[in-house]
């Protein structure tokens, strides 16, 4: 039984042990009058049953398909021939992908290897015998430990103590799950951004002007070890990003004013939901839209003026990626506006302001922290963007401030020296974790900066 049906019979299995537990605490109380002995509520027993019976099923599931894969994994690779089991071990992983790609229907071009069928069979036995071995197991123990609690329950459990309890611990399991990840996340990329950086000087890295991280054929030919100068894909990202807080700053902003100053409630009310759906529509629409109907307008009115515009341009992506930030700027910036108290309108309008000088001299500046907040936390959304960029800016790495001409992002190059099969031993490949942990240090300085500026506002004015 796979994950899925194997968690609902558990959920189900729970189900009936709150029933169990529930009935079970009603006939040890013998009479309603009898209720008022039992130390909890008959729902806390029956959620005590529920609880133990799930959960001790639920975390040996949870472990068992964590370690399945690798223990299936080196089980197959164990009764492999000789000559692939002596293979490197980004090769082998290689030679697994494969196995697993028969297992599941997407085979390659290697995956007609008999030997790889015949090890793809192997495994799917396995992962059959590990499923099914898991299910009595799960549900085993789901019965007997309500079982257990079943025979627990007396006038003296405290089952809503030890319910609050359980509850508490799932809780800081949640919120360790939350650290440990973004932990584990940050170790992998730092990891592998070391190992790149043994191979590629970080100078060279972080300030040369020349990226091309394909290697040639014969080594005779120009680049034939790669050049891994970063500069050109920060620059690109830098004037996509301007490009686009061009575009959703003065437009967010002033449709903030707008709803949150002038705009007629019953307008507001359905301006506001309809200018958020902007932030809804999948990227790769507006990817559509910038390649389809941006891109060749530009290009046409550059034409018509005597200008040399790119068929993908750092223009025509900036700008649909400032309309596709603007519901960050523009919801921001307008919570911020009607958070500030009405008492300083009031005032300016004692003093004989009129409400457009009251805007500007007295809600703006008493908004501006949050307003700043919702800007930096636009800008880490614009660079964060990938598919916007791949379909309108292209994939060339330009050095150039021109934004009629095609540049790359970070994103896109860390998604395109990833894609495919890959051996996480080259410069190449291990490029993109540099890649990517400089864009993680940018966005996380630039969230922090943001939160703390929102911050500082809200305990101003709240």
Known sequence: MSAI???AVLLALSGAAYMVGRQRA?????SPQGLRELHSRPT???SLAAM????PAILLAGVWFSLEGYIISGMVAAELPQTMRSLSAGELGLVLDDIRGVVEGNATSRAVDPVLTAAAERYRGLMSGSHWLLTLLALGLAILTTVWVRARISTQLRARNQVEAGLRIFLIASSLVAVLTTVGIVLSVLFEAHRFFQAIPPADFLFGTKWSPQTAIREDQVGSSGAFGAVPLFVGTLLISGIAMCVAVPIGLMSAIYLAEYAHPEFRAWAKPMLEVL???PTVVYGYFAALVVAPEIRGVGE?????????SALAAGTVMGIMIIPFVSSIADDVITAVPQSLRDGSYGLGATQSETIRQVVIPAALPGIVGGVLLAVSRAIGETMIVVMAAGLAA??????????????VQIVTLLTGDQVFDSPKTLAAFALGLILFIVTLILNVIALYVVRKYREQYE
């Not at 009603?26 to 013998?30: I, L, N």
């Not at 133990?52 to 959960?55: E, K, R, S, V």
């Not at 018509?304 to 993908?312: A, M, P």
């Open 304 to 312: 018509y003026l005597g200008l040399d515009v790119s068929s993908e």
């Open 52 to 55: 133990w019976c799930a959960a």
């Open 44 to 46: 806390y027993y029956g």
């Open 5 to 7: 049906p194997l968690f």
């Open 26 to 30: 009603c006939s040890v109380a013998g």
């Open 398 to 411: 330009n050095l150039t401030a021109n934004p009629l001409e095609a540049v790359t992002t970070v994103t």
């Open 279 to 281: 932030a809804g529509i």
